[in-house]
């Protein structure tokens, strides 16, 4: 198995069998459901709380309350915001943040007593006059509320913007808004946890071991062995599982409170309360133009909506200091606080929503200019990175451009507005592209007397085929067989990993990886008595200047049972994370092409095909790669087309919190999707040659689709989703 | 979720008697009614099962139409040939509802006493809904409503019924047989559900007790179709949906049925354009104008002015869609 081969995902058996265990298929002995009672008002105090009806019914056994739960340690004052989510813990006081935020928690012998005893908790409250974000006031983000404000920057300036725009020929000023969108993973969140002595074991299902460790240590003031985490199997994550949120964090206060262990999984309803979603944003953006087409000033002021007790940004302004060549950049991030849960990353963060508007902005600018946008693209091809004017790690978007205008047929595509019966076809396209970021991580590779190895690293696999990757960058470097070679992941035990968000799994963790076998195959090599530097592998087998001898009988010979190597993957300075190798700044890159049909007389739009070609460094298994790509395009489509959270603007709540009531696309809705990655190997970031991908396939989607409906019927829609009566007002 | 009692009917005789207890409700398929009792819409003290009750699941021909027993499951119902070649309206209606896995298991009877898909109706933890808890107001009139009513609504609720078989049923001038130990009922599908002007807290006028045992269909309508208008291609319930019956002598209309879905608390029929589009050819230009008399009597909501076009181009297009089919 190496590098480049196509493998299917190694947990495929045990998830479609149904015998994968997640968090909440986790029972202990003695163990407690957990149930919240969540606020019925968006703001305001808890007057008083009345348990003796749940406390009557039968299995129900504590109903907990802020009087109830333990304060946290002091050393919870030095967690940063995030990876703890928010410091505002429900059930520590009596403020309402928003509604569906925890004021009482039941504890029962079965999960039907709990759910029974946490509706019949009698709450009162005051309720207080509640701000809806979408319509309060834009402000710049205070840096002492959490620290998103450290993640980038709220503010970048490169030349004068304002002027170079204003002198500009060709102008365009448009503002784009998109709506709050709940993830929604397959799986919702579930965390069950027990102590025993000083020490909790939690198993939950999130993107970042670490993260939850080190975030109970903080809050119960404990060592790091106090605390085992465990997140084997994660149905999903798209972001709500990326940071700690608080019921993380009041499962084990329970378990301690009441001795046993504690064990909740949140409804789908409690998933628009309890974790976060991807923000309302509001973008303007300014483009100055000379006849040409070469951008002359870019300026792109973002507002996101966040809740009252942290500033959480989405930093969207980042792909246009960071897509096209431009002297004169302005960007500048605000946020807007209301009574909402606080809202997190969602695939894809920042580009995401960024590529929205600026892909839109730059159609825009296409048609004033009579240009074709392809050729817009081209003309503002940054070939070093704008912001700081370096040069890039590694950049093929060009092929891709090429590529991808082949594939589609993008040169000889029919007139946008043919007709198709009743449907109008148009064509659009967008860039897609994420910045890269990388994480410390740890791994270590070992490799048996039977001739199989195993990697271990804490690294959380949310069925992306992390661990499919894993195993097989390890059997590349020991040139062992798939079936060779196994892998433990998402246990706090085994050596640390980075998280699995921002695309940065492979990068980070696949490197430590890389380095604990290419460790492991040194040692080999000296025990063969070979120079590490000069041996290959083959079949199972060290091989050395022709002569080939079988791994096993190497171990056997020297007498050891096993060989073991650790890697790290150590980012710039040694800090926590960086944005790709020093002076060499690092994103992956492409372009999606779509066609898409209108029925403008019925407000229909419809997706008939679409291609993305992706310049994204060496890609380690084909088959996982398309699976992120063409999942990232269809979650582009439903942005485009269909998601949507909206908050009842009297009752401050979610208008429907479940998939019954919010459009997510179906299998009908998607088309064959042509996707293709240009060849390329990116020497700087490493000794895979590898990038992120995850986000990336999701960029730039909603751009296009908008684009293509212009081209189809004329209608510009900046306001998304793109849904009938946009496209019936048109 | 209360606790309630379960009792198998082993006939049509025995759900009756047992449907008689206090708080009972029929379960048949039970899409609905499980998914109600999880949410808390409903708690009924017991639980009647109809899945043994036979004889109730046919498929027949009767004199001049066909009748579908109750408990013939969807899909079975659009895939019965007599359906498919003599009603494909309702067959189009039926294949258009909810997902495959449902409609293997949702029966015909269960589909029009399902109740309004409305966000505020459906919520969790309850929120002011005349429906929900009679007297309580109405969350979506001053909330978000635009995928609500353009017809015949009050101010006490402005929901829209959501099933598609209905719609189709109204067209063809279907009626539901019921069966009751003080008597059963032909109620024809078109005042089967209950406007807010009637009744805001009601869905429909079955009685306590009163089982549903079929529905007739008087005779074929071959040029007919079905169209349902949604955001996604599958697995969602209608923004707009329309139902059309055409009689045709040559190229023109010689008799026309039409009814749109999810745009009152029941299928609307078009009753005024059903007269002027007599004699019409069904591309004439005229059919738009003979479609707008029924639509002097919308009164849409501040949020739901676009379902009117909406609408009247739906009502266009399934006259054509009729009279090609
Ligand atoms: C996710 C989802 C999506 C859906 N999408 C659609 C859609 O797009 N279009 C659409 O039309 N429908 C849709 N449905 C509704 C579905 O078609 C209905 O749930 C189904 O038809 C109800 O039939 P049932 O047999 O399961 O009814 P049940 O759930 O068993 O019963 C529903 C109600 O009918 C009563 N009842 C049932 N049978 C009788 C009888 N013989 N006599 C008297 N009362 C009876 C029950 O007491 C109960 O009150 C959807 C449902 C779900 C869950
Ligand atoms: S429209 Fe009807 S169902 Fe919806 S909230 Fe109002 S009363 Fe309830």
């Known amino acids: 198995m190496a590098i480049g081969d196509i493998i299917t995902r190694v947990d495929a058996p045990t998830k479609t069998t149904g015998q994968a265990i997640y968090a909440n298929d986790v029972n202990l002995r003695g163990q407690l459901y957990a149930a919240f009672v969540g606020a019925t008002v968006p703001s305001g105090r808890i007057v008083s709380i009345d ?26 004052a030095d967690l940063y915001v995030p990876p703890l989510a928010t410091r505002h813990i429900p059930l520590q006081g009596l403020e309402i943040a928003h509604e569906g935020e925890p004021v009482a928690m039941v504890l029962a012998e079965t999960l039907e007593a709990a759910e029974a005893g ?61 709506p709050s969108r709940h993830s929604n993973p397959m799986e919702p969140c579930a965390v069950i946890a027990e102590w025993s002595g000083g020490r909790v074991t939690i198993h939950d299902t999130i993107q970042h071991v670490a993260a939850l460790q080190g975030v109970i240590t903080g809050v119960f003031g404990l060592e790091m062995d106090q605390v085992h985490v465990r997140s084997i199997h994660c149905g999903g994550g798209f972001g709500p599982k990326g940071f700690i949120w608080p019921h993380q964090i009041l499962v084990p206060m329970a378990a301690r409170v009441v001795g046993r262990p504690v064990k909740l999984a949140l409804t789908r309803a409690e998933m628009y309360a309890l974790v976060g979603m991807q923000p309302h944003m509001v973008q303007e953006v300014e483009l100055g133009a000379d006849e040409n087409g070469r951008l002359l000033g870019i300026s792109h002021i973002a507002s996101n909506e966040t809740g009252v007790t942290e500033d959480y940004i989405e930093f ?40 929205w508007a600026l892909g839109s902005a730059m159609d825009e600018l296409a048609r004033e200019l009579d240009m074709d946008p392809l050729d817009l693209r081209l003309a503002n091809y940054a070939d070093v990175e704008p912001s700081s004017g370096e040069p890039w790690s590694s950049k093929m978007l060009r092929e891709a451009y090429e590529m991808g205008a082949e594939r589609f047929g993008w040169r000889n595509r029919p007139a946008g507005g043919t007709r198709d019966g009743h449907w109008r076809l148009g064509y659009g396209m967008a860039d897609s592209s994420q910045g890269t970021q990388r994480y410390g991580s740890s791994a270590r590779v070992r490799l048996r007397a039977d001739g199989t190895a195993v990697v271990e690293s804490s690294f959380s696999d949310i069925g992306t085929g992390s661990a499919t990757v894993m195993r ?73 200047e022709g002569e080939a001898r079988p791994i096993r009988d190497i171990l056997a010979e020297a007498g050891v049972s096993e060989v073991s190597g650790d890697g790290t993957f150590t980012p710039n300075g040694g800090e ?27 407000g229909l739009l419809r997706l008939r095909r679409a291609t993305g070609v992706y310049s994204a460094g060496r890609i380690i298994n084909p088959r996982t790669a398309r699976s992120q790509m063409t999942g990232g395009i269809i979650w582009g489509w439903g942005m485009a087309a269909m998601e949507q959270s909206r908050l009842d603007p009297v009752l401050g709540r979610w208008l429907s919190k479940d998939l019954a009531g919010v459009a997510i696309p179906t299998n009908a809705d998607i088309p064959e999707l042509d996707v293709a990655f240009v060849d390329e190997f ?48 048109g | 979720m209360r606790d309630f009692s379960y009792a198998r ?85 039926i294949l258009r509802a909810a997902s495959a896995q449902i409609r293997n298991l949702a029966t015909i009877g269960g589909n029009p006493v399902q109740r309004v898909r409305c966000p505020y109706f459906r919520a969790n933890e309850g929120a002011p809904c005349n429906k929900r808890e009679p007297g309580s107001g109405c969350a979506a009139l001053n909330g978000i409503h635009d995928r609500h009513a353009i017809f015949g609504w009050t101010e006490d609720c402005v929901a829209v019924h959501p099933a598609d078989p209905p719609v189709a049923l109204a067209a063809l001038d279907a009626v539901i047989v019921t069966d009751h130990p003080e008597g059963g009922r032909l109620i024809p599908v078109r005042e089967f559900h209950v406007l807010p002007s009637q009744n805001p807290a009601w869905h429909d006028v079955l009685r306590a007790g009163e089982l549903i045992v079929g529905i007739e269909l008087p005779a074929p309508a071959p040029r007919s179709a079905y169209l349902k208008i949604r955001e996604r291609e599958s697995y969602e319930y209608a923004t707009v949906s329309a139902a059309a019956a055409l009689e045709m002598d040559g190229g023109v209309i010689r008799r026309a049925r039409v009814a749109l879905g999810s745009v009152a608390m029941r299928p609307w029929r078009l009753v005024a354009a059903e007269a002027r589009l007599a004699g019409l050819a069904p591309d004439a230009p005229e059919v738009a104008d003979a479609i707008d008399a029924s639509f002097a009597e919308a009164r849409p909501l501040s949020g739901t002015e676009w379902k009117v076009r909406l609408a009247r181009n739906a009502a266009r297009r399934v006259i054509e869609l009729a009279a090609e089919a």
Request: with cysteine; charged share 20%.
């Open chain 2, 9 to 93: 009917a082993g006939s049509r005789a025995e759900a009756l008697d047992l449907g008689q207890a206090d708080d009972a409700a029929f379960l048949a398929g039970g899409t609905e009614l499980i998914n109600w009792m999880r949410i808390g819409i409903n708690a009924p003290a017991r639980v009647i099962d109809l899945a043994r009750v036979e004889g109730l699941d046919a498929v027949e021909e009767i004199e001049g139409g066909v009748r579908i027993g109750a408990l013939a499951r969807l899909n079975d119902v659009a895939q019965n040939p007599l359906i498919a070649e003599g009603y494909p309206v309702l067959s189009h209606a």
């Open chain 1, 576 to 602: 926590f994370s960086d944005a790709g190798p020093e002076g060499f700044p690092s994103r992956v890159f492409g372009v999606i092409f779509v066609e898409v049909a209108v029925d403008p007389e019925l």
């Open chain 1, 51 to 76: 348990p003796a009806a749940a406390l009557a019914i039968p299995g129900v056994v504590r109903v907990l309350t802020e009087a109830d739960m333990p304060r946290p340690a002091p050393s919870f």
């Open chain 1, 472 to 544: 097989q960058i390890a059997a590349d470097i020991l040139g062992l067989d798939e079936s060779a070679v196994s892998s433990r992941e998402g246990d706090s035990v085994l050596p640390e990993a980075g998280p699995t968000w921002a695309s940065a799994t492979v990068i980070s963790t696949g490197t430590a990886v890389h380095r604990a076998a290419t460790e492991v195959r040194g040692r080999l090599a000296r025990l063969a008595g070979w120079p590490a530097d000069a041996v290959g592998v083959e079949n199972g087998a060290l091989t050395h």
């Open chain 1, 316 to 355: 969207s302004t980042v792909p246009s200091r960071t897509y096209y060549a431009c002297d004169a950049i302005y960007n500048r991030q605000y946020i807007r606080r209301g009574n909402v849960t606080l809202p997190t990353y969602q695939r894809s963060p920042a580009e995401g929503p960024g590529s």
């Open chain 1, 682 to 729: 990116d020497e700087r970031s490493g000794p895979l040659g590898a990038k992120g991908i995850g986000e990336l396939g999701a960029t730039g989607v909603a751009a296009a689709v908008a684009n293509a409906v212009y081209d189809a019927i004329g209608l510009r829609v900046r306001e998304l989703p793109i849904t009938p009566e946009k496209i019936l007002a």
């Open chain 1, 118 to 178: 946490a509706r019949a908790v009698d709450v009162v409250y005051d309720a207080a006059a509640f701000t809806d974000p979408a319509l309060a006031e834009p402000v710049d983000p205070d840096p002492g509320r959490g620290d998103y404000s450290f993640l980038d920057i709220a503010e970048f300036e490169k030349g004068d913007a304002a002027a170079a725009i204003a002198a500009a020929p060709v102008r365009i000023a448009r503002t784009y808004t998109q």
